[in-house]
């Protein structure tokens, strides 16, 4: 049966022979002897465990997890156990890494898109990322609204041209108005806006928010803080504004 040396193994597994060492050290994988002069050797039952640990540490199990299945007496019934384990790590890893990916994307994207862009404007970015849930909800709400009252619409007008009908529709007024306006007092309420210029995050008056140019994801107001007039970002309200409101 063929014999190794520290690092032998080590060329073998592509890990440093300190590696080989410290897992020596740490029990789970001691050499089968020692030669008269004290050095390592490892026999081929060694080298495919250790083929198996770096395996498990390609998948980034820790060695405390390895250790604990290598002494084991049936492993099988811990090893599902400490993948599962692992998965789950794993799956909260890369989901933690696409968030900073998906932030980094949308600083890159404002950095390409902002005229005057400065520090400042990083911290924008960053209330924005933060808020896009609430403000995602928000918009969820009104677009809820907004399908109730075309269903309504569409189904009353349709009954009154086919079969002349129209108290259907008089009916639906009665829902559609009251939904229409609670879903724009609701939005209103529950949404702000950032100022490019100072930076700082308002509420308008429904007045002036009502009849404002905007865009899907903007709207021009002047802002009360500094006085500037153009395009502000959307963003949900913070939750003391919505307090207040209350």
């Known amino acids: 049966m063929s014999k190794y040396t ?8 592509d890990v440093t022979v300190r590696t080989v060492q410290y897992y020596d050290k740490r029990g789970i994988l001691v050499p089968s002897e020692l030669s008269e002069g004290g050095r390592r050797i490892y026999s081929e039952d060694d080298l ?26 049936h492993p099988q019934n811990v090893i599902s156990i400490l993948l599962e384990q692992q998965e789950q790590s794993l799956r909260s890893e890369i989901s933690e890494r696409q968030a900073k990916l998906d932030a980094l994307a949308e600083l890159k994207k ?10 400042e404007s990083i911290g924008d ?7 896009k849930k609430k403000l995602r909800k928000i918009r969820g709400v009104i677009l809820t609204a907004g399908i109730i009252i075309d ?34 007092i609701y939005y209103m309420n529950h949404v702000a806006y950032i100022c490019p210029e100072c930076h700082e995050v308002f509420q308008p008056s429904k007045k002036e928010m009502f009849f404002a140019l905007h865009t899907p994801t903007t709207r021009k107001l002047t802002c009360p803080c500094c006085g500037h007039k153009g395009y502000c970002v959307e963003v949900a309200a913070p939750e003391e504004a919505k307090e207040a409101e209350a």
């Open 125 to 131: 970015v960053a209330y924005q990322m933060k808020n």
């Open 151 to 184: 269903i309504i619409e569409v189904a009353t007008i349709a009954l009154w041209a086919a079969k002349g009908i129209w108290m259907p529709f008089v009916l639906g007024l009665c829902i559609m108005i009251p939904l229409g306006i609670w879903a724009t």
């Open 6 to 13: 520290t690092g032998e193994i080590a060329r073998l597994c």
């Open 48 to 73: 495919k465990r250790m083929k198996i640990i770096c395996f498990l540490r390609d998948l980034d199990m820790s060695i405390d997890s390895i250790g604990e299945l290598m002494k084991e007496e």
């Open 110 to 119: 404002s950095v390409k898109d902002t005229e005057n862009f400065s520090f």
